[in-house]
């Protein structure tokens, strides 16, 4: 397997972030190697063994439906077909994280950028940044439920606005992409279950996020969200719980532009506070919170 091509670092809130070549690639299947395809089924069986009854019904449903298997890396070619026949997304290969604009405008023309390479085998519990197996079985699952398949693109077309008002709108808009598309969590009958990507692709965090005592669970609050600092080296201290993705949809569909204005004269919360105003879940007993600043 290549290594995929560096080419440039870029400061964001996020910090110093690698930013790759823009080019959309073939996924190159082929040349997978079987260290690959097992490093996938290793991750795949135990992040469903793992989600059935932590993950939401609409994430696992989408996920069985799309027909992904631990036998082998799925073929992008393939979920295509499904995925464009569902809700008229399409995966295209990266070799990972792209310039902010580059994305926005693919989720706006509901194209899915999916890298293409996996983590070896001594990253199996941890890679910082998102590879095969963070991207298509953490991302691409929820593509397949209509009402999520129109939140992703309205916040592509979000995305490109946002980038023409100027950077304390994005970063206002990427605590809205943190706390709801990476580590949402979802109010059910049964109890709370996760959605977010950035949960499901990782082992230690479904556990963290659902059941330990330590971080806050917030109801979901669209300027509360936006102002809110996250983390992006350790478990998150505070996840945002929605009532139903038609909740998020609706608290979304308003113009922006005069809530960016707004915000713009308010001060971030940290990562761990706890207002007065929140529906609060749990609060968290912060134990092993980290005390260095959040990004
Ligand atoms: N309504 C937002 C705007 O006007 C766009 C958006 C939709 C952003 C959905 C995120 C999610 O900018
Ligand atoms: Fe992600």
Redesign the pocket.
Known sequence: MNQPRRVEHQQTDKGSVPVYTTAVVEQPWADYRAEDHATWGTLYQRQRALLVGRASDEFLRAQDEMGMTPHAIPRFGQLNEVLGAATGWTLIGVEGLLPELDFFDHLANRRFPVTWWIRRPDQIDYIAEPDLFHDLFGHVPLLMNPLFAD?MQ??G??GV??HGIGPEALVN?TR?YWYTVEFGLIDTPDGLRIYGSGIVSSKGESLYSLESPAPNRIGFDLQRVMRTRYRIDTYQKTYFVIDSFAQLIAA??????PIYARLAQREAFPAGKVLESDKVYTRGTGEGWAMDADV
């Open positions: 939140y309205a916040y077309r979000g606005k946002a808009l809205l979304t569909e308003p113009d922006f532009t």
